[in-house]
């Protein structure tokens, strides 16, 4: 009995120790979808010999969601927008990256280098940056598009053929842009009537999807779809007769980033390749493939010209401005969580 409780023992020791000599040579992401090119994951894998894990997500709020449901102790990085972070960061979720840990991190574009949602970047990298408006296939629609009429007061073509994101701090933030109220508005009156219009406007929807908001526009499924620019430009390149739209109300604009996680299983890993996507050429290939901006200096060298071109990219001048989404404080939080509950009824 001695022998084989030794021998249990024994066994159980080996087992761990060669977990974690394996843990050693991994790397678990949780990403968004259709947002890194597989080909920048092999060429970290063949630098380090770090093994890459993904998983993915559709929305800020489901990586929350995930993270605070049991996720956190799983992945190493994920990647947040701003405003998340920021929860993020309140909600214990994260890790700090302690100074002189990531040898590039002076590659990181002034603009960038100390935002509100993340001071100093002590817990994370900027990724890619953007907008979110909406795009109209012009062989449904040929009239005005600056305006977010299109979305939350549509004219008879584009009803009942409009997809937006499942996404509940881009589609409240543009609700708010579209009734001139704040973001974070506490005042009953407003909300109410925020509601209202949200719930007349749903009847004109025809779905929530964020992870096919392209491909509905490209296979002429919705004629209206909420979307992020990249997105918006990848649609357009694979065909789809769709122009982006920069509204007279406004619109979101968007910092992504590489968050260090709480209780990260490979945090040595994580830091190789926070470093990693700190280099020019790498996160150029990102832009190149998402259509977005990076957050570095130095990159032009290594990103398509077009990308400077594309008409997602650029705002016309009668354009409204562009806004961050808000973190609101508790109390008003509870009640856009509500109004976002009834809308997905």
Request: glycine share 8%.
């Given at each position: ?77 994920a990647v947040p927008g701003d405003y998340m972070v920021q929860i993020m ?147 357009r390149a694979e065909g789809a007769n769709i122009e982006y739209a920069f ?6 604009v968007w910092m992504d980033n590489v968050v260090l996680l709480k209780d ?82």
């Open positions: 009995m001695k022998t084989l409780l030794k021998t249990t023992v024994a066994a159980a020791a080996m087992a761990l120790i060669a977990g974690a000599a394996s843990a050693e040579g991994k790397l678990v992401i949780y990403h968004w979808f259709e947002y890194i090119p597989q080909e920048l994951l092999d060429k970290f894998s063949t630098e380090t010999g770090v093994e890459v894990v993904m998983d993915t997500y559709d929305s800020n709020e489901s990586l929350l969601a995930s993270l605070k449901a049991g996720a956190l102790g799983t992945y190493d990085v960061a309140n909600e214990g979720l994260l890790d700090t990256i302690a100074e002189g840990e990531l040898a590039n991190k002076g590659n990181i574009a002034p603009e960038w280098a100390d935002p509100s949602f993340d001071p100093g970047r002590a817990s994370s990298i900027p990724y890619q940056w953007g907008s979110t408006s909406f795009a109209v296939s012009r062989d449904v629609y040929s009239g005005d598009i600056a305006t977010t009429d299109i979305l939350f007061n549509p004219p008879a073509e584009l009803s009942g053929k409009i997809n937006m994101l499942d996404a509940q701090g881009e589609v409240l933030a543009m609700a708010a842009l579209h009734m001139g109220i704040p973001q974070c508005s506490s005042d009953r009156d407003q909300l109410r009537a925020l509601n209202d219009m949200l719930q007349e406007a749903k009847t004109h929807w025809a779905s929530f999807n964020s992870d096919t908001a392209k491909e509905v526009l490209v296979s002429g499924d919705a004629a209206v779809g909420q979307i992020w620019d990249g997105f918006a430009a990848k649609g509204p007279t109300q406004g619109y979101v990260a299983p490979n945090r040595e890993n994580a830091i190789k390749f926070m470093d990693f996507l700190l280099e020019p050429e790498n996160i150029a290939a990102v832009s190149n493939f998402a259509r977005y901006n990076a957050g570095l200096t130095a990159v032009g060298e290594f990103l398509d010209p077009s990308l400077a071109e594309q008409p997602e990219s650029n705002p016309p001048a009668n354009a409204g401005p562009g806004v961050f989404i808000e973190v609101c404080d508790q109390a008003t939080q509870e009640v856009y969580d509500q109004i976002w509950t009834n809308l997905k009824k």
